[in-house]
């Protein structure tokens, strides 16, 4: 039998003709990330074969479009033909990305559920009045924020009073390679032998190896609190999550959960639990009502709106009376999926663009690096500047002839231009459309227009970048005075923060869900007609 290695890892493994290289990379842990569920539209799991092209199938049709080196590939595409062969393949470097680890949150008092209390003259942990362990270290608990494409981990002493972390980590979710949006990582994991066990198993790995190396003894740490989107909350508390793959794509268990962090793999002292806030109903998850904890939506007067902008975009209107929330499948286009020069937000990547009326260009991007492609922010830049000066029609068509619309050389290097064209706009159209529809189809459901909102929080990596004045021009947001819109960064981990750190907002966040009604987008009146609204671009406009 031949083998796979793939570099720079240096990881091999035995070939199986009839699987695409994706395949196996999936079997041998190697993080390539796949946007379209491997059909080969994305193009986000390019790879480059280095030796053995000839023991693989021939480059589809809807592969040859993003080919831009010798022996690329896409690895979704490839399939071994040849088992006794020797291929070597070559991932691509795409350098770190840029993650938001932090956020507003509304003011609470500490009051944690696992607390250290004098009993008999001891100093011992306590777990409602349960003792767990005497103090002989730390007694520590972590906040989890896990997202689709990013994990963010913070510890903190439980026994003190400080709202102040002891650290905060970031990386990327490895559940990437399954697929960089929830459908298709529940297809994996309901389609494929042992893939939800295979996804658990890869994420458990993680969180132990962040925690391991964190600031605190694994074995001090007695409470972990998670929120995440419904699939990777269900996935990380090891419930199935085959019915949120067909409607009414509901959890099998929506209300909060917690089980010993044993049971899941995440080695903490043996008393440790996990705990995780309920979800909002079908795609709006924990992580968004931690969004509302932490921005205390549930405790005002006045109507405020939340968006979580993201593969899966998450929509929150309400005030302490009524919270309407929705989701809609933005898809992976702001986090450069689908667009032929699109990048996530790693070093490199063209993040800010501004454009003259003489079409010169200039731009900045993460980390001051050299230019590598365009990330979501700099992609809602370039078509607000397309637009504004007449460069770009409001159905998305360049105008005066133009085939695509250049940025920057890649690297700097002439002959290979970071650039975008009709059929990338095409793909970031889909995406604002679905955001503009669950914007309006709360805002009317609620009666209002965008000025009775006191204010709009944009949450989340993509809400934090972004110019709102230019998601603004694009339709992708509603026209607000600026002083209204809240880029609230990472609020997801500090309404988990919040949940770790305070009984009473615990609480609050289970209480929360009686006040919240879930509304499917796709059955409200007139979805279609308001969907094709959103494909123009341009300001929303009140009726």
């Known amino acids: 039998m031949g083998r796979i290695t793939i570099m720079p890892e240096g990881i091999s493994g035995p070939l199986r003709e009839g699987e695409t290289l994706l395949s196996h990379f999936q079997r041998l842990s190697i993080n390539v990330i796949v946007g379209c569920g491997g059909t080969g539209e994305c193009g986000t799991c390019r790879v480059r074969v280095l030796s053995g092209a000839g023991a693989l199938s021939l480059p589809t049709p809807s592969e040859k479009k993003w080919l831009d080196a010798p022996g690329g590939r896409l690895a979704c595409q490839a399939i071994v033909l040849e088992e006794s062969a020797t291929i070597i393949v070559e991932t691509r470097d795409t350098g770190a990305f840029s993650i938001v680890s932090g956020g507003i949150r509304a003011e609470f008092e500490i009051d944690p559920v696992i607390a250290v209390k004098e009993v008999n003259g001891q100093r011992v942990i306590v777990r409602d009045e349960k003792v767990l362990d005497s103090l002989t270290g730390r007694c520590a608990g972590v906040s989890f924020d896990a997202g689709t494409t990013t994990l963010v981990i913070r510890w903190y002493d439980l026994e003190g009073d400080s709202f102040t972390p002891l650290a905060t980590a970031s990386i990327l979710n490895p559940q990437g390679r399954f697929g960089d949006n929830v459908i298709d990582r529940v297809g994996y994991a309901t389609s494929t032998t042992d893939g939800q066990s295979r996804m658990e198993q890869v994420l458990a790995e993680a969180v132990q190896r962040v925690l391991s190396s964190g600031p605190v003894n694994p074995a001090e740490i007695f409470d972990i609190v998670v929120v995440g989107n419904t699939v990777m909350r269900d996935l990380i508390c090891g419930l199935p999550v085959h019915s949120l793959g067909r409607s009414p794509y509901e959890s099998c268990h929506p209300g909060p959960i917690e089980v010993p962090a044993c049971d899941r793999k995440i080695l903490i002292h043996p008393a440790g639990h996990l705990y995780a806030p309920p979800v909002l109903g079908q795609f709006v998850g924990a992580d968004m009502l931690a969004v509302l904890l932490a921005i205390g939506m549930h405790q005002r007067e006045e109507v405020t709106m939340a968006i979580d902008i993201g593969t899966n975009t998450e929509i929150a209107i309400g005030n302490r009376k009524k919270i309407l929330v929705t989701s809609c499948a933005s898809g992976p286009a702001f ?113 209002v227009t965008p000025d009775h909102l006191s204010r709009i929080y944009l949450a989340g990596a993509f809400g934090t970048s972004i110019d709102p004045l230019n998601a603004e021009r694009i339709g ?40 919240t009604e879930h509304v499917s987008l796709e059955n409200e009146p007139g979805f279609e007609d308001m969907y094709i609204d959103g494909l123009r671009f341009g300001p929303i406009e009140n009726p």
């Open 476 to 515: 992708m947001i509603p026209s607000l005075p600026r002083d209204r819109v809240i880029q609230a960064g990472n609020a997801a981990i500090e309404g988990a923060s919040m949940i770790l750190l305070s009984r009473s907002k615990r609480d609050e966040a289970e209480n929360m869900v009686a006040i």
């Open 335 to 447: 986090e450069g999926s689908g667009v032929k020069c699109g990048t996530g937000a790693v070093n490199g990547a063209i993040q800010q663009v501004r454009i003259l009326p003489d079409e010169s260009v200039s731009c900045s991007t993460i980390g001051n690096a050299l230019p590598t492609g365009i990330c979501g922010s700099g992609l809602v830049d370039t078509l607000a500047g397309l637009l504004e000066h007449g460069f770009m029609d409001n159905a998305g068509k360049l105008t005066g002839g133009r085939k695509r619309f250049v940025l920057a050389n890649r690297d700097e290097q002439p002959g290979s231009p970071i650039f975008l064209d009709e059929e990338d706009i095409d793909a970031i159209k889909l995406a604002k459309a679905a955001i503009f529809t669950g914007v309006q189809t709360l805002l009317e459901r609620w009666g």
